[in-house]
Every structure is written in C-alpha cells, then in structure tokens.
T-cell receptor
Framework: ETGVTQSPTHLIKTRGQQVTLRCSSQ?????VSWYQQALGQGPQFIFQ???????GRGNFPPRFSGLQFPNYSSELNVNALELDDSALYLC??????????????FGPGTRLTVL | DQQVKQNSPSLSVQEGRISILNCDYT??????FLWYKKYPAEGPTFLIS?????DKNEDGRFTVFLNKSAKHLSLHIVPSQPGDSAVYFC???????????FGGGTRLMVKP
C-alpha cells in the first residue's frame, strides 16, 4: 500500500509569484486535506476536497485554491505569494468525507520558501 | 484566537520515566481529540485519540485523558523511550466535518 506522497520536497519562490504543490493520496482514499505549518507552530487547516469538490475551508484568502482529480490526487495553488506564505505545506488523505472522523494520513510535506 | 493550546513548547524526561504532555482547548463544539507525533522531515503520524464521550483511552504505553469540564487533555507515555523523542501535536475535530485544529506542539526529549 503506497502512502501519501508530495512533490516537490522543497521549493523557493519570490514574492508575487505563483506556486503549485502536488499530493498523491493513499490508495483507497477519496478525501484530501491541506494544511500550512509555519515555523514553530502547529498545522493550520487550509481546505479539504472530497470526491473532487471543496468540502470545507479554513481561514485562508482566495489566493489559496485547490483541485482534486478523478484519481483523488490533489493540487494546492497559491497566487501572489507573500513572505508569510513561507511554511511547510502538508497534505493528508482519508477515506469517507462525512461528519464522522476518518483517520488522516499525512505526507512528508513541501517546504516552501518565499524570498 | 487559538482554540487548541499546548503551553509547554518543550519537555525533557529521563528514559523509563513518565512523560506527560498537556493540551487545553476552548471550543465546546470539539467532539474528538487526537495526538500526533512528528519526526523531522516526516509528516505527522497518528498516535492515539479519544472521543468526547470518554475520559480515558489507552493503547500500550500511551494513555490519553480527557477532562471536559476543564477543557483539558493530556497524553501519558509510560515508560518513556529515547525513540519517543519527537514533536507531539494535540488536535481536535468539531461535530461536523473532518477538519482538524492543531495545537502548537510540544517537543519531547527522552534522555537515555
């Protein structure tokens, strides 16, 4: 069984640029959640996709957007990058998508640095 | 406004002794609580969880206690081992949805 994978591992961008991060969910999982973890802090929920539809969003501006594909892999897009967007971006996959909790399995993350 | 707080950024414990990690929350709508462990360069891995209808859950060396009236939970690790050295995150979920709210983490160091 393949776990959650993310690419790239590291990325350096400059302020104002756009970035796309990718996530392959664990086999059999149809739900993907994205989190931002700033240095020294806990992960913060960005949004969740369930069967290709956004299924919940945290307190992040619209320049953070996402997609989920028919194979349940996902992308996180960030436009107009700001210095504060520098963080570890974590993807987590799970099965289900309803109100009961389904364990989320995290990938290793993508470290984004904005200069 | 932090809804989940871990007030101790770090904790150092001798091997074989008990490690107690604490977490406080403010949102009464949380119905499920989890602890995750994170090693450097890896994603968080699930450790143990507890539903809001229970006050204790045990899994091997790990026990989580929930005090709903105090809005407090704790993770006990007995006995602590050097391999337990990692950052531990407390997380909570609301009644509706699958979104997790995390605390800031506590770095546990278990000395041989």
């Amino acid at each position: 069984e393949t776990g959650v994978t993310q690419s790239p591992t590291h990325l350096i961008k400059t302020r104002g640029q756009q970035v796309t991060l990718r996530c392959s969910s664990q086999s059999g999982h149809n739900t993907v959640s994205w989190y931002q973890q700033a240095l020294g802090q806990g992960p913060q929920f960005i949004f969740q996709y369930y069967r290709e539809e956004e299924n919940g969003r945290g307190n992040f501006p619209p320049r953070f957007s996402g997609l989920q594909f028919p194979n349940y892999s996902s992308e996180l897009n960030v436009n107009a990058l700001e210095l504060d967007d520098s963080a570890l971006y974590l993807c987590a996959s799970s099965s289900g998508g309803g109100s009961s909790y389904n364990e989320q399995f995290f990938g290793p993350g993508t470290r984004l640095t904005v200069l | 406004d932090q809804q989940v707080k871990q007030n101790s950024p770090s904790l150092s414990v001798q091997e074989g002794r008990i490690s107690i990690l604490n977490c406080d929350y403010t949102n009464s709508m949380f119905d499920y609580f989890l602890w995750y462990k994170k090693y450097p360069a890896e994603g968080p891995t699930f450790l143990i969880s507890i539903s809001s209808i229970k006050d204790k859950n045990e899994d091997g060396r790990f026990t989580v206690f929930l005090n709903k009236s105090a809005k407090h939970l704790s993770l006990h690790i007995v006995p602590s081992q050097p391999g337990d050295s990692a950052v531990y995150f407390c997380a909570a979920k609301q009644y509706a949805g699958n979104m997790l709210t995390f605390g800031g983490g506590t770095r546990l160091m278990v000395k041989p």
